[in-house]
């Protein structure tokens, strides 16, 4: 069975990229409901009953009182994301199979359909782990080659700058020149980045790293802003690789001097601290505890917290309350933080929000 192509020409790079590397069933439908574009995973789902499913609107195959159908319809009047578990699903009085369903609407009109399988009876007995972070690892490889020359222009002009810079402005410069080199090695990793692919790890002084993000916040998305820390000094090193940590806490105090700018009243301010947290380990999928993991940085912001609609997903894949946000940043948080052996998690209110990241210390 042939794939099902994109007719609209907008939808074409959403296909070749994050539609081929999403492991879970995907579907994109154009405003009318009519289905437009599959991924492998749809194809493997949906089997010979995919080309019935193009003949028309979905809501033309699905019956009038299906939950999928009214989730399809919600997120089309109100334009937002709109999730629900435990979905029964049936096509053409086929057996029903049960998924987690998500509709997110796309800027051209249309919706991006997902779903999480818990069980199926169409074709072979399958069930869809839950590996959406997958996806990010694919964007990063299909965006790679598009960064890379903009980030030689960059660095060539930082360069020129720095040989006329004042003594003041020289350390600007340079950070510039720093900051294209790191996020060049993070991009040559992505091409050949697999999920299997430990980080290079190796004993890492945390306070540098967080002095190195407070740098360039302070030049950049935090200019304006209280920026206060509170450190253990006695933290021994983090057990981890120093670009991909840097990288974890710049996109959490970019998103805290975000959230602290939106008060919009000038007292936005942001928290890092450090703490050594004894006997905290991690819990493995196989469910025994794992390695410890007592090194705790926490990055604070005193905005107007978290959606509640957001936080059961705030670490899934295109979830972002930005409106020109593509929600990928948390996401590959938590991936490379879960890549280190430690956990990501946070706590959220109107006034203070608190992301708390748990690493494991360097063997000693």
Not at 64 to 76: N, Y
Not at 91 to 105: K, S
Not at 213 to 222: E, I, P, Q, S, W
Not at 312 to 335: Q, R, Y
């Amino acid at each position: 069975m042939e794939r099902v192509t994109a007719a609209n020409p907008r939808l074409a790079g959403l296909m070749a990229g994050a539609f081929d590397l999403w492991p879970e069933p995907a579907l994109v439908l154009d405003p009318n409901g009519v289905l437009m574009a599959v991924n492998e995973a749809a194809e493997e789902l949906f089997g010979q009953w995919l080309s019935m499913l193009t003949r028309g609107p979905l809501k033309t195959v699905l019956p009038g009182e299906s939950a999928l159908l009214a989730l399809i319809e919600r997120c089309a009047a109100t334009r937002s994301s709109v999730r629900v578990r435990n979905v029964e699903i049936a096509f053409f009085g086929q057996t029903p199979f049960t998924a987690d369903a998500a509709a997110t609407p796309l800027p051209d009109g249309g919706i991006l359909l997902t779903l999480h399988v818990r069980s199926a009876t169409m074709g072979a007995e399958r069930a869809v782990d839950a590996a959406g972070l997958r996806s990010v690892v694919g964007l990063g490889q299909m965006l790679a080659h598009e960064v890379k020359n903009p980030l030689a222009g960059i660095r060539g002009a930082a360069q020129l700058l720095k040989g006329a810079a004042s003594a003041e402005d020289m350390p600007l410069a340079q950070l510039i020149v720093d900051e294209t080199d790191r996020i060049r090695r993070l991009v040559d990793r992505m091409e050949a980045f697999a999920d299997d692919v430990p980080p290079k790890r190796t004993a890492v002084n945390i306070h540098q790293v967080l002095n190195r993000v407070r740098a360039l916040a302070t030049n950049g998305v935090a200019d304006g802003l209280a920026l206060r820390e509170q450190y253990d000094p006695s933290l021994p090193p983090a057990w981890g690789e120093e670009d991909q940590l840097i990288q974890v806490f710049l996109n959490l105090t970019k998103n805290a001097a975000e959230a602290a700018h939106s008060r919009g009243d000038g007292r936005g301010e942001i928290g890092l601290s450090t703490a050594y947290r004894h006997g905290v380990k991690i819990r493995g999928r196989n469910g025994r505890m794992g390695a410890g993991a007592p090194l705790e940085v926490k990055v604070m912001d005193n905005g107007p917290g978290v959606p509640k609609r957001l936080r059961d997903h705030l670490f899934e894949p295109f979830v972002t309350s930005k409106a020109n946000g593509a929600g990928l940043g948390l996401a590959l948080v938590a991936k490379l933080v879960a890549g280190h052996g430690g956990l990501i998690d946070f706590e959220s209110e109107a006034g203070r929000t608190v992301f708390r990241v748990l690493l494991p210390a360097a063997p000693t």
